[in-house]
Every structure is written in structure tokens, then in C-alpha cells.
């Protein structure tokens, strides 16, 4: 079975991509990650949020006070998916279990900020780190992999309307 190692696991991956073709995915593109999660009224709750990959992880970052940040407190269980929102279709999607630390959240922030942002001159930046202090670092360990790629099927049909 393919897989990525992380730590002492192998995370399963299904779907066209090898470990090495998922990591680059993951690692060059800057979709959002759309996080699945299950709150205390039973009903999913799906968010996009900023992402990176690193150390076969993917880590986000949310307000102490956010939704996500208290469902995340009572059940550590999503799903993910990275993908665009325009064909051709390709991606990543998956489980994982997800954890809330303050410890690395501002480091992370800033990270998340030069990917998306290009840098901390732009008002959304500095707004950003304004609200640093309340930050938390969502560290996500995937659980499975499903990957998968239309883009050659769809070849003849994008952009056709």
C-alpha cells in the first residue's frame, strides 16, 4: 500500500498520487483547506482556512474563541480536502485527528500570512497579527489519503460552457 510515515504510522493514500506527488501538492498550491467537524449539536460544521504542510502535518490557525476552536476541544475528529473550485477537478481530501496548542500558533500565523499574503504589509496582515496573542495552532496527523485527478479527462471540457 502506498503511504506517508509519519512517525511511527503509515498513512494510507488512495487515489492516482504517490507520497511524493500528495507532498508537493499539499506543499505548492495555496488553496484552502476546507476542515469538516462534527459540533455538540450533531450537525457538521465545514470551514476553509489557511494551511500548510509540513512533516507529513497540516497546520492551521484559529482564534482561541472561534467555533471551530471549542468543537475542536470536544472532538479532535475532521475530515479535509485541498482542492480548486474550478475545474479541471484534483486534489486531496482525507480524515485526521486535530489538535489545539497556543505553543508555535504565532510562529504558524506568521507563516500562513507570508504564503497567502506575500508579507505583513497589506491591512489584512496587520489585522492578522493584531489578534496574535488569542491564536492557536490546529495541528492536524492524517489518518488517510484520498487523492484524485480529472485533469487529463477533462482536457476537452474546461472552459466550455
Keep these: 500500500m502506498i503511504g506517508i510515515r509519519s512517525g511511527r504510522l503509515t498513512v494510507p493514500i488512495k487515489g492516482p498520487w ?9 506543499r505548492s498550491h495555496h488553496f484552502p483547506i476546507r476542515l469538516a467537524s ?32 471549542k468543537i475542536l476541544t470536544k472532538n479532535d475528529c475532521i475530515g479535509f480536502e485541498v482542492s480548486p473550485n474550478e475545474p ?27 504564503r497567502y499574503c506575500g508579507g505583513t504589509q497589506s491591512s489584512l496582515a496587520s489585522w492578522l497579527l493584531s489578534r496574535k496573542e488569542g491564536e492557536r495552532l490546529i495541528t492536524i496527523t492524517p489518518i488517510r489519503y484520498y487523492c484524485w485527478d480529472y485533469r487529463e479527462r477533462m482536457a476537452d471540457v474546461v472552459g466550455a460552457k
Excluded at 504517490?18 to 499539499?26: C, I, K, S, T, V
Aim: hydrophobic residues 40%; contains cysteine.
Design 18 to 26: 504517490n507520497e511524493r506527488e500528495l507532498a508537493d501538492f499539499l
Design 38 to 69: 462534527v459540533a455538540t449539536d450533531g450537525f457538521p460544521r465545514v470551514l476553509s482556512l489557511w494551511y500548510f504542510y509540513a512533516d507529513a502535518k497540516l497546520y492551521c490557525v484559529s482564534q482561541k474563541t472561534s467555533a471551530l476552536s
Design 88 to 114: 479541471p477537478y484534483y486534489g486531496v481530501r482525507g480524515q485526521g485527528i486535530a489538535s489545539l496548542s497556543k505553543k508555535g500558533a504565532s510562529d504558524a500565523l506568521a507563516k500562513l500570512i507570508d
